[in-house]
């Protein structure tokens, strides 16, 4: 214990000693922290780092000069003062009697209740903590703002703190070129997910010949010089030589340069310059197949199963496809037209997006125009450059959704004539104007069904065979506007029917309780 606080009074007098010193290294500390050497001249870096170190030697000298340990006999007075106990009891338990007291029994026995007494004493001493003793030389309690400033000071240089510290008491030509620093890094392309590559940081050393650095296609070269001068960079390939020219903004210059192929940066800096060999990694084109061809589930989905693979991953994924030309088709069926089979058309796969593996998907297509159609089908997958990649093409035969009203059937049927078949626009209209023949006879008194077939019909006509977009994306909801009406029309009917049998079934139980006959006989 008492070694203890021994310690505890030597931090109390060395941190009130040391602290004018310690400001000093905590100056520079953070001025190289904040990277402010690279703003200055190296003659002025050397002055700075040098006086600074006599300043911070004579500081301790006059402030350790004569400095001894703290005693036995401190610590002891230290814990009598914080216990406030009196008479210094920890001290006397150190004492021993003279040598040339009596050494009769009564003395013995007075030394012992001496000794008694002090023990007794002493046992109220305590430690009540470290005290604050550098309020002296910081009255305004600066050193509080100093920690929060250095922890800035140590986010702003982040993973480069090691290094900045240590161009504090190394400066040269080297690092700084007298009124040059330099900042130089890559940037790979977003899509690859690689992190910057830094070729130079403003306190590095700068060497004739760098290692090689092996970086992305497209990836892109940023230098940006402290300082003012003429720097110069250019990019040596093997069929081209190109100099970027720096935008200057101050005392700051930046330049880029594109890396689409593998060569040679040079950065010169006054009569100095450093060279880079930059390897560019071709980015492949992506790859897919499918593992199963494309079929139509019992649910009347189109699925399949591909697998995909790319340096960086798939950004985007597409299902394509065109009206097989050779497909057979009903004698009464129109012939697909040139424009048709021209087409192609697309479906986003945002599933496939990612890294490169196997995968099943299944798309609805029930509502395409094509439903029943055979085409042929293939995956489309772009990775972040653009580079496209394909699967075969594979024959399916497209699902569609059953309708069972007759009159939603023909439009679905009319809907397709004018997708695959445009050119033969009057044989909808034909097919529309027949359906809508005698209303009072085949619609009765709810006309609801004949008016929207009528609109129909007009939609056809007035277009006269100029595009049927809009007549194909609208027909889609009239077809199941009239299913669903023809649905609920069949439920209600079966209601009705189930509540006639219903009444019917207790009717009869009455009756044959009561012995009475219907009409028909039945009891």
Do not use: C
């Not at 690859?192 to 700068?206: D, F, Q, V």
């Not at 009464?332 to 593996?357: H, K, N, T």
């Amino acid at each position: 214990m008492i070694f203890a606080v021994r310690l505890v009074l030597f931090w109390e007098w060395l941190w009130p000693a040391i602290l004018p010193a310690v400001a000093i290294l905590y100056a520079i500390a953070v001025i190289s922290l904040f990277g402010l050497w690279r703003f200055i001249p190296a003659w002025l870096h050397w002055t700075t780092i040098v006086l600074a170190g006599a300043v911070f030697v004579s500081l301790l000298w006059r402030d350790l000069k004569g400095f001894q340990f703290p005693s036995r006999r401190m610590a002891q007075a230290r814990l009598e003062e914080d216990g406030d106990v009196a008479h210094s009891p920890l001290q006397a338990l150190d004492d021993t009697p003279f040598d040339g007291a009596p050494s009769d029994d009564m003395a013995s026995a007075l030394w012992r209740a001496h000794m008694e007494a002090s023990r007794e004493s002493a046992r109220q001493a305590r430690f009540r903590g470290v005290r604050a003793m550098a309020d002296d030389r910081d009255p305004y309690a600066l050193r509080w703002t100093a920690i929060g400033l250095l922890a800035v000071a140590l986010i702003a240089a982040g993973d480069d703190w090691g290094n900045r510290l240590m161009t504090a008491l190394a400066p040269s030509e080297a690092t700084v070129f007298g009124r040059f620093a330099a900042d130089i890094w890559i940037e790979p392309p977003d899509y690859t997910g690689k992190a910057p590559i830094y070729l130079m940081r403003p306190s590095e050393k700068l060497s004739g010949l760098a290692p090689q650095v092996n970086a992305p296609e497209g990836s892109v070269l940023i230098a940006q010089i402290y300082g003012r001068g003429g720097p110069r960079l250019q990019y040596d390939t093997q069929d081209a030589h190109s100099i970027s020219t720096f935008d200057r903004n101050g005392a700051a210059s930046r330049a880029t340069l594109e890396l689409n192929e593998s060569g040679l940066v040079i950065l010169r800096l006054g009569s100095r310059e450093v060279r880079w060999p930059i390897g560019v990694l071709a980015d492949d084109a992506p790859r897919a197949s499918f593992v199963e061809d494309p079929l139509a589930t019992e649910d009347a989905f189109l699925s399949f199963t591909i697998v995909t693979s790319d340096d960086y991953g798939i950004t985007n994924g597409q299902l394509l496809f065109r009206l097989d030309p050779e497909q057979e088709r009903p004698l009464d069926a129109p012939a697909l037209d040139e424009a048709a089979l021209l087409e192609i058309r697309s479906v986003d796969v945002p599933g496939i997006v990612g890294a490169g593996g196997e995968r099943k998907f299944s798309v609805d297509l029930q509502e395409d125009p094509w439903a029943g159609l055979t085409v042929l089908v293939k995956v489309v997958v772009m990775d972040g450059a653009g580079q496209m990649g394909e699967t075969r093409e594979a024959s399916v035969t497209l699902p569609q959704r059953v309708f069972f009203n007759p009159l939603a059937k023909a439009v679905i049927e009319q809907r397709q004539t004018l997708s695959i078949a445009a050119e033969d626009w009057k044989r909808a209209g034909r097919s529309f104007d027949a359906l809508t023949l005698a209303p009072e006879i085949f619609y009765g008194d709810d006309l609801t069904d004949y008016l929207l077939l009528r609109a129909a019909f007009w939609r056809v006509m007035r277009q006269g065979g100029d595009g049927y977009g809009d007549a194909i994306e609208n027909f889609w909801p009239l077809a199941l506007q009239l299913e669903d009406e023809a649905l609920e029309l069949a439920r209600q009917r079966l209601e009705r029917r189930f509540a006639r049998s219903h009444r019917t079934r207790r009717q009869r139980e009455r009756n044959r309780k009561t012995g009475r006959r219907d009409a028909s006989g039945h009891e």
